[in-house]
C-alpha cells in the first residue's frame, strides 16, 4: 500500500474552539486533564484501577500479557459480563431503575427495570442451555431493535457461549455465510421487525439462510410482529412457549477474562468477512470506563445510543458499557423519519432523554429534512451530544450543535472501530475544548500516533496513516479461526503497531483530525463495506466477467458505491442489467452494500501487472488529487483512466 501527501493531506483547517460551558464542567465526572496525564505515565496501572471498579470472581495475576501482536489483559482473572451488567446492580439502590426504556417503531413503549432484565436474562440462558448450548459454544443472533435483543447476548455471556450478531439488514446469503464459518449450532431470530411501517420478515431469511445448513440445529423466534411463519417441527421454537417452561435462576459461569465474549463480522478488503474476536475481562473494563468518562455518565442520565445492536455501536454503546454503569438505556425500534422526521425529537421530549450518540450521516439527513422537526420539540433535556462512524464534516458538527443541542451541549466525536471494540480518540466532554470536525485526542491510557510509509511519525499536520503504538484492554484478540490474517491485516504494515486503516493529520495542538480510510473499505452511511465483497457478489452474477467498485463522495451518506462491470462473451447491455446487478448484490450482502451507480463497460482499466487500478479510479471519481507515488508502476495509468472514465460515463445504463 502506498500514501502520498497528495491524496492524504487533510483540506479541513478549522480554526473555531469550543471550551466545555462552566455549568458543565462544573458537574462533570472528569474535570481536569490530570486523569490522562496520570494514565500516560502507567497506562497498566491505570487499567487495573478501572478494571477494580468492577466485579470479579477471582483477581488476575497479571494486567497484561504482551506477546505481540496477541495481548491478554487481566490473565487469570475470572468474572461474568452479566453479572457484571445486572446482578451487581441488584444488591443496591438500581435494583428498581430501568435498565431499559424502549419504543416500538408502532408506538409500544416497554420499561424494564434492572431486575425485570435480570429475571429474563435468567431464564432465556437456561433457555439456550435447554437447547444444548454450552459454553464457548457459539450463537447466531439475528433479530430487530426489541429488549430481546440485549437479553439474547447477556444471556450467552452468563452461560459463556459467544454471540454473533447479525445485522437485520443483511441477506439469507450473508447469515448464511457466518453461521457457517461460525458453526452456530442455534440462531435467535423473530418472526419479524417493523422498518418503516413495514415488517422485515427476519424468521423467512433465516429459513432460506440454512435451508442447507446442517450445523444449525434450533432456531429460537420472538413473536414481535404476529406475522405468519412456518415452524420446522423440531428444530424451531417460539421464544414465549420455552421461556414458560424454563427455570428461574441460572448461575453466571466464572469466565476466564481471556475467554470470547462474542465475534462480529465486519468488512474487510477481502471477499470474505473477518470475525472479529473480543474477550471478557479486558472489552468490559475498555467498554465500562468509557462509557462512564467518554459520556459523562451519571445516574439520572437516560442514555441514548441510536446504532443498531446488529453493529459495534450497539454492542459496547447500548449493551455492555452502559449496563455496566447501571445506567438508563433508551432503545428504538425503527425508522428516524417514521411516521414523521420529527420521531427522534419527539422521543427525545418525551422521555426527556439527556445524551443522544449519533452517526454523521443521520445528521445529514436531519439537516436535508429541515429544521421545522427538531424546532416542533423541546430539546432542553439533552445536555450531550455524541458522533461515531466516520468524518463529521464541520458543518453539520455546528449544526448538531446549535440546532439539537441548543449551543448548550459539548459534542463528543468519538473515534474507534469494531476492532477496537472501545472509543480510542474523543474529547472529555468536561475538559476538552473541542474543534468541529476533530476527534481530538486519545482518551487516557491510549497511545495513538500518525506515521508514514515506513512507521515514522510524520511532522505536524502532515497527512498519513492512523497506528495504536500499545495494546489496549478491549482491542481485538483475533480473527476467529485466521490468526494468520490477524497478524497480517492490522500489524504488518507499519510493524509492531496496530494498523487501523485510518488516514489522519495530527495538528499543533496534537489533536487528532480522521481522514476516512485508506484501504479498500468504504464507509457508506457511516457502515463498512468492502468494496472486494460487493465487487465478488457481482462477479458471483452469471453475466459477469469483471467488477471494479469504488466509493464517491455523497452528499448524506458521506460516501456512495459506484460498479464498473465487464459483462461475459456475448452477454448484451439492457436496460434492466442494472436493476438485476443492485438485485443480485442485494440478495448475496444486504440493502446497504446495493451500488447507486452501476456502469457496463468493456474492459477495466489494470496495471501492468494485471491490478485494477482502483486507487486511481477512486481517486477521479471522488474528484481527489492522485499522489504521485499511485502512478509510479504505471505513469501513463492516470491519462488512461481518465480517458477510460469519460468514455464509460459517457453511455450510463
Ligand atoms: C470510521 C464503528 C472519523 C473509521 C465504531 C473507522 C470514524 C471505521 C469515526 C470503523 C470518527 C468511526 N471520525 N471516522 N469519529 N468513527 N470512523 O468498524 O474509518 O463500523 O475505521 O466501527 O469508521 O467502523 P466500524
Given at each position: ?118 429475571r429474563e436474562v435468567n431464564l432465556f440462558a437456561n433457555v439456550l442451555k435447554g437447547l ?16 430481546e435483543?440485549?437479553v439474547?447476548?447477556?444471556a ?64 429460537v423466534v420472538f413473536k ?13 421454537h417460539w421464544w414465549h412457549e420455552l421461556m414458560a417452561k424454563a427455570d428461574a435462576d441460572c ?403
Amino acid at each position: 500500500m502506498v500514501v502520498s501527501s497528495g491524496t492524504i493531506d487533510s483540506l479541513l483547517k478549522e480554526k473555531e474552539q469550543y471550551p466545555p460551558s462552566a455549568a458543565f464542567r462544573k458537574a462533570a465526572v472528569l474535570r481536569s486533564d490530570s486523569f490522562r496525564v496520570d494514565a500516560a505515565k502507567d497506562p497498566e496501572a491505570f487499567w487495573a484501577r478501572m478494571a477494580k471498579e468492577l466485579a470479579w470472581m477471582a483477581p488476575w495475576s497479571k494486567v497484561l500479557e504482551w506477546d505481540p501482536p496477541f495481548a491478554k489483559w487481566f490473565v487469570g482473572g475470572k468474572l461474568n459480563m452479566s453479572a457484571n451488567c445486572l446482578d451487581r446492580h441488584l444488591a443496591g439502590p438500581r435494583r428498581n431503575k430501568a435498565a431499559i426504556i424502549w419504543e416500538g417503531e408502532p408506538g409500544e413503549r416497554r420499561v424494564l427495570t434492572y431486575h425485570d432484565l435480570w429475571r429474563e436474562v435468567n431464564l432465556f440462558a437456561n433457555v439456550l442451555k435447554g437447547l444444548g448450548v454450552k459454553r464457548g459454544d457459539r450463537v447466531t443472533i439475528y433479530m430487530p431493535m426489541i429488549p430481546e435483543l440485549p437479553v439474547a447476548l447477556l444471556a450467552c455471556a452468563r452461560i459463556g457461549a459467544v454471540h454473533s450478531v447479525i445485522f437485520g439488514g443483511f441477506s439469507a446469503r450473508a447469515i448464511r455465510d457466518r453461521a457457517e464459518d461460525a458453526e452456530s449450532r442455534l440462531i435467535v431470530t423473530a418472526d419479524g421487525g417493523y422498518r418503516r411501517g413495514a415488517v422485515l420478515p427476519l424468521k423467512k431469511i433465516v429459513d432460506e439462510a440454512i435451508a442447507d445448513l446442517d450445523v444449525v440445529r434450533h432456531v429460537v423466534v420472538f413473536k414481535r410482529a404476529g406475522v405468519e411463519v412456518s415452524m420446522r417441527e423440531g428444530r424451531d421454537h417460539w421464544w414465549h412457549e420455552l421461556m414458560a417452561k424454563a427455570d428461574a435462576d441460572c448461575e453466571p459461569e466464572a469466565m476466564d477474562a481471556t475467554d470470547p465474549l462474542f465475534i462480529l463480522y465486519t468488512s474487510g478488503t477481502t471477499g470474505k468477512p473477518k470475525g472479529i474476536q473480543h474477550s471478557t475481562g479486558g472489552y468490559l473494563v475498555g467498554v465500562a470506563t468509557t462509557t462512564k468518562y467518554v459520556f459523562d455518565l451519571k445516574d439520572e442520565d437516560l442514555f441514548w445510543c441510536t446504532a443498531d445492536i446488529g453493529w459495534v455501536t450497539g454492542h459496547s454503546y447500548i449493551v455492555y458499557g452502559p449496563l455496566a454503569n447501571g445506567a438508563s438505556v433508551f432503545m428504538y425500534e425503527g425508522a428516524p423519519d417514521w411516521p414523521e422526521p420529527d420521531r427522534f425529537w419527539r422521543m427525545i421530549e418525551e422521555y426527556d432523554i439527556t445524551i443522544l450518540y449519533t452517526a454523521p450521516t443521520a445528521i445529514r439527513a436531519f439537516m436535508r429534512w429541515g429544521d421545522e422537526y427538531p424546532r416542533r420539540h423541546d430539546l432542553s433535556s439533552l445536555r450531550l451530544l455524541g458522533t461515531v462512524g466516520e468524518p463529521i464534516n464541520p458543518e453539520a458538527w455546528r449544526w448538531y450543535r446549535k440546532t439539537i443541542g441548543g449551543g448548550r451541549c459539548p459534542i463528543v466525536d468519538t473515534w474507534w472501530q469494531t476492532e477496537t471494540g472501545m472509543i480510542l480518540i474523543t474529547p472529555l466532554p468536561g475538559v476538552t475544548t473541542t474543534k468541529p470536525g476533530s476527534a481530538t485526542r486519545p482518551f487516557p491510557g491510549i497511545d495513538a500516533e500518525v506515521v508514514d510509509e515506513k512507521g515514522l511519525p510524520v511532522p505536524m499536520n502532515k497527512g498519513g496513516y492512523l497506528v495504536i503504538r500499545k495494546p489496549w484492554p478491549s482491542m481485538l484478540q483475533t480473527l476467529y479461526k485466521d490468526p494468520e490474517r490477524y497478524k497480517q491485516v492490522y500489524w504488518s504494515q507499519v510493524p509492531g503497531k496496530y494498523f487501523t486503516g485510518d488516514g489522519a493529520r495530527m495538528d499543533e495542538d496534537q489533536f487528532f483530525w480522521l481522514m476516512g480510510r485508506i484501504d479498500d473499505v468504504i464507509n457508506v452511511a457511516g457502515h463498512r463495506i468492502g468494496t472486494m465483497e460487493v465487487e465478488s457478489a457481482l462477479v458471483s452474477y452469471r453475466k459477469v466477467a469483471e467488477a471494479a467498485v469504488v466509493g464517491k463522495p455523497h452528499p448524506v451518506k458521506g460516501q456512495s458505491l459506484v460498479a464498473y462491470v465487464v459483462l461475459k462473451k456475448g452477454e448484451g447491455r439492457s436496460d434492466e442489467l442494472k436493476k438485476e446487478l443492485q438485485k443480485h448484490v442485494r440478495e448475496a450482502i444486504g440493502a446497504i452494500a446495493v451500488p447507486d451507480d452501476v456502469y457496463i463497460t468493456e474492459k477495466l482499466p489494470k496495471t501492468r501487472s494485471g491490478k485494477i487500478m482502483r486507487r486511481v479510479i477512486r481517486s477521479l471519481v471522488s474528484g481527489q488529487e492522485i499522489g504521485d507515488t499511485t502512478t509510479l508502476e504505471d505513469p501513463g495509468a492516470v491519462d488512461e483512466v481518465r480517458k477510460w472514465l469519460a468514455e464509460v460515463e459517457a453511455h450510463p445504463e
